[in-house]
């Protein structure tokens, strides 16, 4: 209806960010609920950092819904003052991703050079290409270093892992990484592949940057981020010469050869920390057995250090058998021989238990992982897993990839997982993959507990033999670390009939996928605990997947889709007699028909959720189904009924839920200011900024603010209407909200500043 469309729009100046706010707190209510989003759809989105300070703060919420789509573009800008005048100050990111260079970096002058010429030119892509081990991320990394001051605008970095084993990339995750360390908000990314591309390349048009896609196994992986002008640099490296690149993208193409002689044996000295004196000769032969590989090298010289040269000699003279023979490669193709020969001279040398955390440590599907998760597939303590960790880093057999996280080379990674499976047994390895995957889900559980204390959850209590967190935003901070080993966790459950996890893990990241905006991974993951709940025969997690799903395809603006979904899930909880599982549905049945222009039916089933929440004794959920009944009302153009249920939904949240019932006061101003009652306005905002001041609301306080500040505007109460946005904007980039530039323009129109 149109008129229920004009109402949205009269209410979307002053309550945008507390319907956002009302809308999570019905999410966490068991509902999808997305009403207020209809209502509120032209408002600007809030962040993701607001989300988390606001749901920081609740004490309560119940089951998983759907959050509607976010609606308007985020801002950065930062904000000061003179003279009472308003100014607005922009300053995008710039991002500086490059990883830490690698020690005893050597010769490459010919490659150096080259690139240095091609910067200097028109060339905006360079492919590096050579075989694994052969040095070109090192080379990359390092020649970016050198040549940061080229690209003022910042340096962009992703492994793909196109070679290692399980743990490619997407390209969306990477797009998704450099649209936020280019300071977009969460909600402002899109979610379609092709659309982060070409928000990728506005973004960074006229910009001079690097960017190093590091471990490319195709051009497809590639060319979804390459710029559109050729202010920016691309630098891809990869063990294909990648043709097509070269061909049709005209790449410049780098081929990598091993070190010469000299410099390998620089390498290997250095490494060990060996006089270029002392056993020249044995060196060089060691040096050629590696093949002149940076990454053989400095493996085996990690293997000599501090060794006699009697122990290097039995190392280059007595080789086990013909397959463990170093030899130097024909040529420079690719060759396994020499790599895993330096490997395994190095494992045979490691401690039995530093051997085993080596092997079961390939069973981690992820680019890196964390100490803890490296404890629970050993089933050691951390303290235990850390100093393992630590032998393997002095062999080179593993990386450091940040403060307690860690990454394979991906031909390490492979010996790994031969290891594994020579080693340890199909009872060993499932048993092993058990361990970390259920640590995965009991800590994805303890962090939903965090952010969501009061929703039905998968584990009846947090876990203690998991990581546990103070706050929110440390619990959100490891989902985001984790976010890819998580998906891959997932996929790994359902691979070897590990159903329950494979259910509940999904579910469990449901709100973290909802507060860091990553909807194409909450849509994906919660189709996978649908299968996986049919699969274990288990009704009532089916009804709450494919509640998961429904919510999902909402927040992806598909509500026919999502209204199927909720309708099977609302069916088998009645199936199942789940009175909290109907209530929950049928609410977000009246959201998705309410975005179909289908009232009357959305009236129904609201009022249907509505009975059924006060049959539970659910006051919290009665009143904010009952806002939810009277913005439907008010849409509707019946403002007395809206009223009527809005004083109603502070009545019943008052001494419940201060939260809901500041949210109540708000919608009673926000229809008094539509209706041009702005005294009535006045005393509603008031009383709702009051509600907001006892608990904290910083999310809520801003917009109850933005309300009185246009209501007293309205009445040219200018020296009011000043004090209350200015507060308003404060709170608001405080909480990093776009919304914060829609009130730096009201404040820059107003004239006669205090």
């Known amino acids: 209806m149109r008129r229920f469309r004009r109402a949205a729009r009269a209410t979307s100046a002053a309550t945008g960010t507390v319907a956002v706010g009302v809308a999570i707190n019905q999410i966490l209510n068991g509902g999808t609920w997305n009403l207020m989003w209809l209502i509120i759809s032209l408002t600007a989105a809030m962040t993701a950092e607001s989300i988390n300070v606001w749901i920081g703060r609740q004490d309560n919420s119940l089951d998983q819904q759907s959050i509607g789509p976010p609606a308007g573009p985020g801002n950065t800008a930062g904000h000061s003052t003179d003279n009472g005048s308003v100014h607005i100050s922009q300053e995008r990111p710039i991002p500086r991703q490059l990883p830490r260079q690698a020690r005893h970096f050597t010769d490459r002058e010919v490659e150096r050079s080259k690139l240095d010429d091609l910067r200097r030119s028109t060339a905006d892509l360079v492919v590096v290409s050579g075989l694994g081990g052969v040095g070109k991320t090192a080379l990359a990394v390092h020649w970016g270093h050198q040549n940061k001051d080229h690209f003022p605008d910042g340096q962009f970095y992703a492994n793909l892992h196109g070679y290692a084993p399980g743990t490619s990339i997407a390209v969306e995750d990477v797009l998704d990484n450099f649209l936020r360390a280019l300071g977009l908000a969460p909600e402002r990314i899109p979610r379609d592949p092709d659309a982060m591309a070409a928000a990728f ?72 920390d060996r006089d270029n004196s002392l056993h020249h000769d044995s060196m060089t032969i060691l040096a050629r057995q590696c093949g002149f ?37 024909t040529g420079y193709q690719e060759s396994m021989s020499v790599p895993e020969n330096v490997f395994s001279r190095a494992y045979d040398f490691l401690a039995p238990d530093a051997a085993r955390m080596f092997r079961l440590t390939g069973l981690l599907k992820g ?98 033999w998991a990581k546990t967190f103070d706050n929110p935003q440390s619990a959100l901070s490891w989902c985001e670390a984790e976010r890819l080993n998580l998906i891959a966790a997932i996929d790994q459950s359902v691979l070897l009939g590990f159903e329950e996890i494979g259910w509940k893990l999904p579910i469990a990241l449901t709100y973290f996928f909802i507060l860091n905006s990553h909807p194409v991974n909450r849509h994906r993951t919660a189709l996978v605990a649908v299968d996986a709940a049919r699969r274990a025969g288990d009704r009532y997690a089916e009804a709450w997947g494919e509640t998961c799903v429904g919510g999902a395809e909402l927040a992806l603006g598909r509500a026919p889709d999502a209204l199927g979904r909720f309708q099977r899930a609302l069916s088998v909880c009645m199936e199942i007699n789940d009175t909290q599982g109907q209530a929950i ?23 249907e959720s509505l009975r ?34 809005y004083h109603a939904a502070v009545n019943a949240a008052h001494g419940v839920d201060l939260q809901s019932e500041g949210d109540a006061l708000q919608e009673l101003g926000e229809l008094a200011r539509s209706q041009k009652k702005f005294p009535a306005a006045v005393t509603w905002f008031q ?68």
């Open 201 to 272: 390349r506005s973004e960074i048009s006229g910009r001079r940057m690097l960017i190093i896609l590091d471990n490319v196994r195709t051009a497809t992986q590639v060319r979804p981020i390459l710029p559109s002008s050729g202010n920016c640099m691309v630098l891809v490296t990869s063990r294909s010469r990648l043709k097509p690149l070269i061909a049709q993208d005209g790449a410049e193409l780098i081929v990598l050869k091993p070190l010469t002689e000299s410099d390998a044996l620089a390498l290997l000295q250095a490494v060990a």
């Open 293 to 329: 590989l940076p990454l053989t090298l400095r493996i085996i010289a990690e293997y000599i250090r501090g060794q006699d040269g009697e122990f290097i000699e039995d190392l280059i003279g007595e080789p086990r058998d013909q397959k463990q023979r170093l030899t130097f490669p």
């Open 367 to 464: 680019a890196d992982f964390s100490v803890e998760a490296a404890a629970a597939v050993a089933g050691v303590g951390v303290m235990e897993a850390r100093q393992l960790l630590s032998l393997l880093m002095n062999e080179n057999l593993l990386e450091k990839a940040s403060a307690d996280r860690y990454q394979f080379h991906d031909l390490v990674k492979a010996y790994a997982i031969e290891r594994l499976n020579a080693e340890e047994s199909a009872v060993s390895r499932k048993a092993a993959a058990h361990r970390v995957l259920s640590f995965y889900l009991r800590t994805a559980d303890n962090v939903d507990h965090v952010i969501a204390p009061q929703r039905r959850h998968v584990l009846a209590a947090p876990s203690r």
């Open 585 to 607: 549905n049928l609410g977000n049945v009246a959201n998705t028909l309410v975005q179909l222009e289908r009232y009357e039916e959305a009236l129904d089933h609201a009022n």
């Open 612 to 645: 059924l929440f006060r049959s539970l004794h659910d006051q919290r959920s009665e009143s904010i189904e009952l806002r939810l009944i009277g913005s439907i009302h008010r849409g509707l153009g019946d403002n007395d009924e809206a009223s009527r249920l």
């Open 687 to 754: 009383k709702s900024i009051d509600v907001r001041r006892r608990i904290d609301d910083k999310l809520g306080l801003a917009t109850s603010l933005l309300g009185l500040g246009s209501a007293f505007r309205a009445l040219d109460d200018t020296h009011m209407a000043y004090a209350a946005l200015s507060e308003s904007l404060t709170m608001y980039e405080l909480l990093g909200n776009a919304k914060a530039s829609e009130v730096r323009e009201i404040l820059d129109n107003i004239t006669g500043q205090p």
